[in-house]
C-alpha cells in the first residue's frame, strides 16, 4: 500500500489477476471506509493503453498513480487494477486505475483480462469514466470501439438492479465544437449497443435503461496544460456530493455498505473469473448475509467478553441483584444497536433476520443467569416468609390470617422484584417459578400447621393426663361406690374445660368444620383413654391394693393407731370388714364405668366370694357366678378383670392374708394367757373364808407382818428380774425351760448384791446398832436396789 502526499493506495487486483486482500482489508481500515456506511462512491476509469488515464485521475482526484513517461515510449505503465482514496472530495470517494485495453504486452488476442476487469469495474463501480482520443469519433476503426463492445457484452452478463453512470471523456479536443461532437459520439454509441447481442428479454431494451451517458472534454495537457488544468478542476466539482439524488451516482439501488465492500469485491471477481454470471442483488443478498453474520459473531463475542454481563452472571450465582433486568436490558440493548449501526446498510430482509438470530442467541446466552436470578428470588422470598410468618406467629396472631397476609405481602414482593429482573428483549414467562413459590410457601404452612395442630393437641393432651391420671389413680385406691361416679364427673369436668381452650385455639387455624369436630372428637377420646389405661393400669395391680386395704383395715384402727391384741377385739368382725372392703376395691377395679349404667358384679362378687358362698363351699361348679370369662351387662371392652380372674384373685388373697389373722389370733391368745396368772375370783373368795384364823393370827403378832413383807419383796424383786410375765408370753412350757436356767445365778446374784449393800451400811454407821426395824427397813431398801440393778441391766 502506498501513501504519499495524502493519498493511499493499493494495488487490488494484479496482472496475474489475483486479489490482493491483505492489502485491501489494509487500504479500508486506513481510509475508514467501514465507518463511511452508504455515504461513499466508486469511480472507475478504463481505455486504450497510454491514453492517459492515470494522468487524468492524478489531476482530478489528487491521486497518486504511476504515469507513463514519455520520454520512454509507450509501454503498459498500470498493470491489473490499482485503488486510491480521492483527495479532498465527500463523501468518501474511491477510484480505480484499470489496466489499459489494446496493449501489445497481453496480445491481440488476449481479451479475457479485459473484460473480465470491465465487467468487475462496472459491477463495483457507481460511475465509469471512458477514457478515448477526440480523434476516433467517427471512425468506424476507431481504438474505442473494441472497448465499448466489451462494456455491453459484459452488461449482459451483469443483472443489476441500479444504472451505472458512462462518463465519456474526450481527450486532446481540437478546435470542433464539443456541441458537434457529442451527437456524433452517442451516435456511434447507439450502433455499437445496437450491434452487440442481447438476450431475449433485452432485445429492445434501450441503453438509457443501464447507463446514464454523460460526455466531456478535455484539451491536450501536453499542448494546453493549463486549460488542461482548469477544465479538469470544473470537472472536479461534479464528483462533489455525487451520491446525492440527480448527482453521477445518484442510483443507489443495490449499494453495498462500505464495511462489506472488500468481501463483496473479492466475491465478484471470484464469480467473475469463474466466468459465471454476476448477479448483483443476490450477490448484495449474500454480502449482506455474510457481512451480519461477522458483525453479529463480533457484537456476541463482544457481550461475553462485556465486563457488566459478567459481574452480574457471576452476582446471580450467590444473591439476588437489584436492578438486574435493568442492567441486563441495557447491555443488550447496546449490543444489538451497534449491530444496527454496523449493518444498517445491508439488506432489511438478511439484517433483519441475523439480527433476530443474535438476539435469540444473546437470549440463549442469558436465559440461566436469568432463570438463576428468579431461582434467587424465589428462595430468597422464601426464606423472608418463613421468618416473617414465624415472627407473626410469635405475635400471637391467628394462624390463618398470618398465613394469608404473609402470603399476599410476600408473593406480591415476588412478583415485584420479578418485574424488576425482566429483561426487555425476552419475553419470558416467570409463572413456574411462581408457582413453584406458592407451592413451597402453601407446603410451609401445611407442615407449620401441622406442627402447631401438634403442639394444641400435644398441650392439651398433657393438660388433661396431668388432670386425669393422679386423681384417678386416688379415686381407684379408695374405692367406694361413689368411686366411678366422682371418676365420671372428674372426667366431665377437666374434658370441658380442655375443650373450651383447645376450640379457642383451633379458632385462629379457619378449619372447616368437620375438620374441627375430628380433633375435638380425638380430643375426647384422648381423655376417656387416659382414664382406661389408668383403671387398665390399676386393674394390674388389684391384688397389691387389695392387701394394703385388708392389712390397713385389720392393723389398724379407727383412728389409723396400730392395734394391739388384748384378748378383748373381734378378730373375725375386723376380718370381715377388712375383706369386705377388699371385695369392694375388686368389684370397682373389675370394670369401666364410664357411663352411668348399673351393673351386678359386686352383687355377683359378693354373693360368691363371701363366707356364706354356699356354690363355692359345696363344690357346684354348674352354680358358680364366677365360672365365666365376662360379665353380664358389661362388654368385653370394658371389662378390667373378668370373672374367674376375680375367683382367682381372691383366692390368692385369701392364702396371702391368712398368716396376718393366724398372727392376730395367736398374739390374743398369748396375751390372755399372760394376763390369767391371779387366781379366779371363787378361789380369791375361798382363800379369804379359809384363811380368816390366819389372817387374824397375822394382825395379832406384827413380827410375821414384816417377815411377811419381806419375803413379798424378795418375790416381787425375783419377778423382776427374772421378767415372768415376759418369759409366760411365748407359753407355759417355753416360760418354765427358761426360767429353770435363770433361776440359780438370779437368786446367787440377788443375795450377794444384799450382802454388799449391808456392808456399805455397816461400814456407814460403825458406832450405831440399829434396831430389828431398822434393819428390816433397810434390807426392804437393798431388796428395791437390788432390783433396780437387775432391772436396767
Same mark, same amino acid.
Given at each position: 500500500m502506498d501513501k504519499s502526499d495524502g493519498c493511499c493506495s493499493t494495488h487490488l487486483i494484479d496482472g496475474d489477476g489475483v486479489f490482493n486482500v491483505a492489502g485491501v482489508e489494509n487500504f479500508i481500515k486506513e481510509v475508514k471506509l467501514a465507518d463511511c456506511g452508504l455515504s461513499y462512491a466508486i469511480v472507475s476509469i478504463m481505455g486504450p493503453q497510454s491514453s492517459g488515464k492515470s494522468t487524468l485521475l492524478n489531476h482530478l482526484f489528487g491521486t497518486n498513480f504511476r504515469e507513463m513517461d514519455a520520454y520512454k515510449g509507450r509501454s503498459q505503465t498500470t498493470k491489473g487494477i490499482w485503488m486510491a482514496r480521492c483527495v479532498g472530495?465527500?463523501?468518501?470517494? =474511491?477510484?480505480?486505475?484499470?489496466?489499459?485495453?489494446?496493449?501489445? /504486452?497481453?496480445? /491481440?488476442?488476449?481479451?479475457?483480462?479485459?473484460?473480465? &476487469?470491465?465487467?468487475?469495474?462496472l459491477a463495483v463501480s457507481d460511475i465509469v469514466l471512458i477514457n478515448m482520443w477526440c480523434h476516433d469519433i467517427g471512425r468506424e476503426q476507431a481504438a474505442n470501439k473494441p472497448l465499448l463492445k466489451t462494456v455491453f457484452q459484459v452488461m449482459m452478463r451483469l443483472f443489476s438492479p441500479r444504472k451505472t453512470t458512462l462518463m465519456f471523456v474526450i481527450r486532446d479536443k481540437t478546435r470542433t465544437p464539443l456541441e458537434n461532437l457529442e451527437p456524433v459520439l452517442r451516435e456511434d454509441i447507439q450502433k455499437i449497443w445496437d450491434s452487440v447481442p442481447k438476450p431475449q428479454a433485452h432485445e429492445e431494451t434501450p441503453l438509457s435503461e443501464f447507463f446514464n451517458v454523460e460526455v466531456?472534454? =478535455?484539451? @491536450?495537457?501536453?499542448?494546453?496544460e493549463e486549460q488542461f488544468k482548469e477544465q479538469v478542476a470544473s470537472l472536479r466539482q461534479q464528483f462533489f456530493h455525487s451520491i446525492a439524488p440527480g448527482g453521477l451516482a445518484g442510483d443507489r439501488r443495490g449499494v453495498v455498505p462500505a464495511s462489506g465492500f472488500s468481501f463483496s469485491a473479492q466475491h465478484m471477481w471470484?464469480?467473475?473469473?469463474?466466468?459465471?454470471? =454476476?448477479? =448483483?442483488?443476490?450477490?448484495?443478498?449474500?454480502?449482506?448475509?455474510?457481512?451480519?453474520?461477522?458483525?453479529?459473531?463480533?457484537?456476541?463475542? @463482544?457481550?461475553?467478553?462485556?465486563?457488566?454481563?459478567?459481574?452480574?452472571?457471576?452476582?446471580?450465582? &450467590?444473591?439476588?441483584v437489584g436492578g438486574f433486568g435493568k442492567k441486563l436490558s441495557s447491555i443488550l440493548n447496546t449490543c444489538l444497536s451497534e449491530y444496527d449501526a454496523e449493518a444498517t446498510f445491508f439488506d432489511e430482509g438478511v439484517r433483519s433476520t441475523k439480527r433476530k438470530q443474535l438476539e435469540e442467541k444473546l437470549l440463549q446466552l442469558v436465559q440461566p443467569a436469568y432463570q438463576s436470578m428468579l431461582g434467587r428470588i424465589r428462595s430468597d422470598t422464601l426464606e423472608r416468609f418463613k421468618e416473617a410468618f414465624d415472627k407473626e406467629l410469635k405475635g400471637g396472631i391467628g394462624f390463618a390470617m398470618a398465613a394469608h397476609e404473609c402470603t399476599v405481602s410476600f408473593m406480591s414482593q415476588f412478583d415485584e422484584e420479578c418485574a424488576d429482573a425482566v429483561i426487555d428483549q425476552a419475553k419470558w414467562d416467570s409463572s413456574r417459578v411462581r408457582d413453584k413459590l406458592k407451592r413451597d410457601i402453601d407446603a410451609h404452612i401445611a407442615e407449620i400447621r401441622t406442627a402447631k395442630l401438634a403442639e394444641v393437641t400435644t398441650l392439651y393432651e398433657t393438660k388433661l393426663n396431668d388432670a386425669l391420671a393422679g386423681p384417678v389413680e386416688g379415686l381407684l385406691d379408695g374405692a367406694a361406690d361413689d368411686t366411678w361416679p366422682a371418676i365420671r364427673k372428674l372426667l366431665q369436668r377437666e374434658t370441658d374445660s380442655a375443650l373450651a381452650g383447645f376450640s379457642a385455639s383451633l379458632s385462629g387455624f379457619e378449619m372447616d368444620e368437620q375438620t374441627r369436630e375430628n380433633m375435638v372428637l380425638r380430643l375426647k377420646d384422648y381423655a376417656r383413654g387416659v382414664v382406661e389405661v389408668k383403671a387398665k393400669e390399676e386393674a394390674g395391680r388389684v391384688l397389691i391394693r387389695m392387701k394394703d386395704r385388708f392389712s390397713m383395715l385389720f392393723s389398724y384402727d379407727s383412728d389409723s393407731m396400730p392395734r394391739v391384741w388384748t384378748g378383748k377385739e373381734n378378730i373375725r368382725a375386723i376380718t370381715k370388714t377388712a375383706r369386705s372392703a377388699s371385695l369392694k376395691l375388686l368389684s370397682v377395679m373389675a370394670a369401666i364405668r364410664l357411663e352411668d349404667e348399673r351393673d351386678s358384679i359386686e352383687n355377683t362378687l359378693a354373693v360368691a366370694l363371701s363366707d356364706g358362698g354356699a356354690s363355692t363351699k359345696k363344690g357346684i361348679a354348674s352354680l358358680d357366678p364366677l365360672a365365666s370369662s365376662t360379665w353380664n351387662e358389661v362388654s368385653a371392652s370394658k371389662t378390667l378383670i373378668t370373672p374367674i380372674q376375680c375367683k382367682s384373685l381372691w383366692k390368692q388373697f385369701n392364702t396371702e392374708t391368712e398368716y396376718i389373722v393366724t398372727q392376730a389370733i395367736a398374739a390374743q391368745e398369748a396375751s390372755r394367757r399372760n394376763n390369767n396368772w391371779l387366781p379366779p375370783p371363787w378361789a380369791v373368795v375361798a382363800l379369804l373364808i379359809l384363811g380368816f384364823n390366819e389372817f387374824m393370827t397375822l394382825l395379832r403378832n406384827p413380827l410375821y407382818l414384816g417377815v411377811i413383807f419381806v419375803a413379798f419383796l424378795l418375790v416381787k424383786a425375783l419377778w423382776v428380774q427374772l421378767d415372768i410375765s415376759g418369759e409366760f408370753r411365748n407359753g407355759a412350757l417355753p416360760g418354765l425351760l427358761s426360767l429353770s436356767t435363770k433361776f440359780l445365778p438370779t437368786v446367787t446374784n440377788l443375795l450377794r448384791r444384799l450382802a454388799e449393800a449391808g456392808q456399805r451400811k455397816v461400814n456407814n454407821e460403825p458406832q450405831h446398832n440399829p434396831t430389828p426395824a431398822s434393819k428390816s427397813f433397810h434390807g426392804t431398801i437393798a431388796s428395791s436396789e437390788v432390783t433396780s440393778e437387775n432391772r436396767g441391766e
Open positions: 472530495i465527500e463523501p468518501c470517494t =474511491l477510484v480505480m486505475d484499470l489496466e489499459g485495453t489494446d496493449g501489445r /504486452e497481453r496480445g /491481440e488476442d488476449d481479451t479475457t483480462f479485459e473484460k473480465q &476487469s470491465a465487467l468487475f469495474a466531456v472534454a =478535455l484539451s @491536450s495537457y501536453e499542448e494546453k471470484e464469480v467473475i473469473k469463474e466466468n459465471r454470471d =454476476l448477479d =448483483l442483488p443476490a450477490h448484495k443478498v449474500m454480502v449482506a448475509t455474510v457481512r451480519c453474520e461477522e458483525i453479529a459473531h463480533e457484537k456476541y463475542d @463482544s457481550f461475553t467478553a462485556n465486563e457488566g454481563w459478567c459481574q452480574l452472571k457471576e452476582a446471580v450465582q &450467590s444473591h439476588p
